[in-house]
């Protein structure tokens, strides 16, 4: 994924064989390497370094700060500037399994036992949240203050094979006499299985339980968020203040003893980063079956018929503002809909860059040519749009091909030519980057990339194109209020589904 910065990211679409090809454990750390699905370090971006889910794997925390870690940089979660809140997440369908382990450095900015301190009320300081069955949560990682003078406990909390049933266990209390202060690295980890579930605190075991709490039917949902997430914050659940480094997923159960290497190669300094190859994926690449490269538009939901569940990711919108949304009013060149984009005058509390948005990759040939297009109008001062093609690699020295087009109040149709160099699995992946010099809106429509060296009639990823699409923003409800939902769809001719 395109760091925010300049920074080193690695983007595959495929379970990677990862190589530990130095560190101090020798043959032990290599070990580590397998089953690894999810890695981010922080340390220029708070994109994940790698991971194996969807190519947009930071889908919100745009205002998350990068702040000295323990190694390197760390990710700084919690109230931002002004009392809004920016949670950071990422994908959890396909990097987070029924069985698995997650392990991470946290410097926590608030005390972790007051010993003799009275509370008037519970206080659950939240550090990770996985949507589970129904919506309920899958995991709900928090530190806990009870009411009163009793010390604090960390609790991996869990929905199950009830989901009206919130398991509780297995819960570490800090003992008093020895807090847990502001401004101290500690090393976390969680390990699961459907009836297992463990907690290591700086490589020791602390807390385990047994009891049996999935279903063969449970599976993990989107988003994976480090904090609260959004919409959920009451006096008692506040996100927890915290800095994050080094966040690994492994999508197996790590034993004890590894669990203490992972601690060990932290504690001494070394990042699991910089132990990690992909010379033996790579190696696996060329002996690979030739890909089936697509012919026709190699992006889906293109015309935005399907509001923006198609693949598309936005970055750069304020936080509980409503999301780009669909809009007929314009006339737009396909279809019944396009992509409304508001964009906001630069201010220091916002991410630099406008607004992005990004799709999932694509397969094209090397050294053969390929044409991205989109219609654009925009009634903003100095509106331009930017559209690039990132390969699926991405290093600090890494640019994307590009054009920049200044946008007009007229819809007009942008687009240009690019010979892509190698990149791993043939893989890329398009950005449409939005800025202008005020505030006001881009409208977009028909985006298309296509192979050749020519932009053809629009044409939709597939002949018919479903999705979901609620009336109010951002799709967000208060509890018992009444939900229309209609089924969006997008037909390449009338034919298609009889005419519907």
Known sequence: MRPSGPGIRRVVTAALLLVLVASASGQGAERLAGGVSFYADFDQSVHAWYAVGEPAEQSGGGGTRLVPGLIGQAAQVGPAQGGVYRPLQYDAGRNIGTTGTLAFWINARFPWSRPGVSRTEETYRVLLNVPGPAGNFGFLLYHHEWPGTGPSSLYFCTYGLRPDHQSYSPAYEFPADSPWSPGEWHHLAWVWTPRLKQIYLDGNKVAEDDTPWQDDSFRFESPMTLGLRPGVESSSYVPAAATFDEWTIWNRTLSAEEVRQVHDLGKGGESLRDALSLAETQSAAKSRPPAAFRTGNLIPNGSFETWLRGGWIVEGLDDFAP?????????????????????????????????????????????????????????????????????SYVEASTRPTSRAFPLTHEWQRYGFTLTPTPAPWDAYFPEIGLTATSEGTVWLDAVQIEPGAKISPFRPYEPVEAGLVTDQPANLFLAGEPVRVRLALSLATPSDLGGL
């Open 323 to 391: 999301p780009v949304e669909l809009d007929g009013t314009p006339s737009p060149p396909d279809g019944r809909a396009c992509a409304r984009v508001p964009l906001r005058s630069p201010r220091p509390d916002r991410p630099p860059g406008g607004v992005i948005l990004r799709q999932q990759l694509f397969q094209a040939k090397a050294g053969e040519p390929i044409t991205l297009s989109a219609w654009a109008r925009s009634d903003a001062p100095g509106a331009t749009m930017d559209l690039r093609v990132w390969p």
